[in-house]
């Protein structure tokens, strides 16, 4: 297994990389070496079977070889260097045709041994160019013979060496076809297989894409339907204002109503944003070290307020010495979403608690005794599957806030999970990095901030 390692290395050294060379450019390069090697073969044989001339020849190919493959290889050349492989090549086996007993010797095989090669790695509108070129060379050669013998002189100085040429050759034509078919056919097998396989990742792309795709059109078509229901609801409140007199009493209920769907509206637009932003562009998330209840007790104070209109008790119990490793826009979006999840499914006269716990990490827990989520429905929570439901006062939600969540959570190297039962509430619990913070340290530095204010 190491030597098929180290011989598969070497390969790619003298061929190319795949990522750097064409199939094309990478069989030019097989071709130039067999064809090295073959020639070197050739050159002590020639010789010492009596054919020292074709020998010479021999090593000038060699050496031309060389150079060709030189200039595809190391220059990049590929075209400048199979135009010269293929004038070169059929001026050399012309060459040895003469000086090798013309159709008595193996030139013509070897001739056909070169036409394949030198069309196997050619670009496909040039092979034309040289079977022509080829046909026309060997049959000049051919009619030279025949019309002036004197021209090809026998070269042989026995049977025995012509016996031995012939024999040579054609072991020299077997094993370069051998081995030039034998890389050309694993390198198609390996393209085809990397085209299967990039066929394949894209049609599973192509799937995930439309159903993602599916399920965002579904999605915006739930929220533009939704968006539609409190617009217009908020529509006939103003018109009712406007068009009759009402008591003081009606008035203050009317924006009472007013005030909640703009609240619904304006979490379930901005929650739209904040996913469609995450979707386009990415999010950029600032983690730091944040006292937990500092960056969290304004948005309690609005919260807590809009739960008191609905007549729901919400209280928290978060020590002012945890500190976390948060974005504190995105733990303020989650805990936000919580909340208004919590203040919407909890009735009239409920309670809804927030409390911190300090233990590997900090768990931020929010429980209510609303409605609870049925147990068909838990599993689809956390995705774009959630159905559109609606709070004790109707208020309408798409779910996209607990898909933030989720996203944002993660995102801040955190976790989210609940508890719900159906009729007796949810607990949903959020678990991010702890920091650790001096407490002596962190309360001077609470009693001078409180100097400042």
């Known amino acids: 297994m190491q030597l098929k390692t180290v011989f598969r290395r070497i390969q790619l050294a003298l061929v190319g990389e795949t990522a750097e060379f064409s199939l094309e450019t990478r069989i030019y390069h097989s071709v130039c070496i067999v064809a090295f090697f073959a020639l070197a073969y050739n050159v002590p044989f020639n010789y010492f079977v009596g054919l020292p001339k074709v020998a010479l020849i021999n090593l000038i190919a060699v050496f031309a070889f060389a150079i060709l493959y030189y200039i595809s290889r190391v220059k990049k050349r590929f075209y400048f260097s199979v135009i010269g492989l293929g004038i070169f090549g059929n001026l050399f ?16 095989i070897l001739f056909a041994l070169f036409f394949y090669l030198l069309s196997a790695t050619v670009p496909k509108k040039q092979q034309w160019i040289w079977l022509l070129v080829n046909l026309i060379i060997v049959i000049f050669c051919c009619i030279s013979q025949y019309i002036s013998p004197l021209w090809v002189p026998n070269s042989y100085e026995s049977v025995l060496s012509r016996f031995t040429d012939t024999i040579s050759a054609y072991l020299v034509v077997i094993f370069s076809i051998f081995f030039s078919l034998r890389y050309i056919r694993m390198n198609y097998e390996t393209e085809k297989k990397s085209a299967i396989d990039k066929a394949l990742d894209i049609e599973l792309k192509n799937i995930q894409l439309e159903l993602v795709n599916g399920e965002k059109n579904k999605l915006f078509s739930i929220v533009a339907h939704d968006l ?27 924006e009472l109503k007013l005030l909640s769907l703009t609240i619904n509206t304006s979490n379930m637009m901005g929650n739209l944003l904040s996913w469609s932003k995450s979707q386009l562009d990415g999010v950029q998330v600032n983690i730091q070290s944040l006292n937990l209840m500092k960056t969290m007790r304004d948005m309690l104070k ?6 008191h209109e609905k007549n729901i008790m919400l209280t928290h ?10 974005d504190a826009n995105m733990l303020l979006l989650v805990v936000r979403n ?25 768990q931020i ?5 609303g409605q609870g989520i049925a147990e068909a429905d838990q599993k689809y929570v956390f995705s774009l599957k959630a159905k559109s439901t609606f709070g ?8 996209l806030g607990l898909i933030l969540c989720k996203e944002f959570i993660e995102l801040q190297k955190g976790s989210i999970g609940f508890i719900s039962k159906e009729g007796l509430g949810t607990s949903f619990t959020i678990s991010l990095p702890m920091v650790k913070i001096d407490v002596n340290s962190s309360s001077q530095e609470n009693e001078f901030s409180d100097l400042i204010e």
Do not use: M, W
Not at 302 to 307: D, H, P, R, T, Y
Not at 317 to 326: C, G, H, K, L, T
């Open 228 to 254: 539609r229901s409190p617009l217009a609801s908020i529509q006939s409140y103003l018109e009712l204002l406007t068009a009759f007199p009402l008591k003081e009493e009606e008035k203050k209920e009317i």
């Open 392 to 399: 004790t006062n109707n208020e309408k939600g798409v779910g």
């Open 317 to 326: 119990q978060i020590n002012e010495n945890i500190y976390v490793s948060a």
């Open 302 to 307: 609005v919260e807590a307020s809009i739960a």
């Open 365 to 369: 827990i929010v429980t209510d005794s």
């Open 93 to 108: 086996f012309a060459a040895v045709f003469f000086l090798n007993s013309g159709i008595n010797g193996p030139t013509l």
């Open 338 to 362: 919580l909340v208004n999840n919590a203040i919407k499914f909890t009735p009239e006269g409920g309670n809804i608690q927030i409390v911190a716990i300090q233990e590997n990490d900090c």
